[in-house]
């Protein structure tokens, strides 16, 4: 992963508005199930996972991911950002944004159900 510029401070209001975007969408009764079933959850990269379920499930995501991904290039190329800085501070808040019980990426890669304290997030993410 490249270094993370101190310009990411100031991506990290912009990217929770790019969340905000495609979460307005996604609070369907379908994806609420699957996040409140633990059946999706939110990457370190800014998009979501399919953690088990079927191919509905997973065309959900995607279609959810691409999305997000037109979301974040717009915004990284407005900021001056790599998209992959972009994203990588989009997971930064959106894992953050999980509620108790909800399935989240931990920096080591395995999948967490988020307590009721805070949840695990990379050093590298912004306040």
């Known amino acids: 992963m490249t270094r993370i510029r101190p310009t990411l401070f100031t991506l990290a209001a912009l990217a ?12 369907d009764p379908a ?3 699957a996040r409140s079933a633990g059946t999706v959850g939110e990457r370190t990269d800014g998009y979501l996972a399919a953690i088990g379920g079927d191919g509905a499930l997973r065309k959900m ?3 959810i991911n691409i ?3 037109a979301i974040y ?3 990284a190329q407005a900021e001056g950002a790599t998209m992959e800085e972009y994203s990588f501070t989009a997971g930064c808040i959106a ?3 999980t509620r108790p ?3 989240y990426q931990a920096p080591d890669g395995s ?17």
């Not at 929770?16 to 969408?25: K, N, Q, Y």
């Not at 999948?111 to 306040?127: K, V």
């Open 61 to 63: 995501v995607d279609d």
């Open 101 to 103: 019980g909800e399935k």
């Open 73 to 75: 290039a717009r915004r």
């Open 31 to 33: 994806y609420e199930a």
């Open 95 to 97: 894992i953050g944004r």
């Open 111 to 127: 999948w967490q159900t988020r307590g009721n304290g805070a949840p695990q997030r990379d050093p590298r993410c912004p306040g």
């Open 16 to 27: 929770g508005l790019a969340l905000a975007a495609p979460a307005s969408a996604q609070r």
């Open 67 to 69: 999305r997000r991904r």
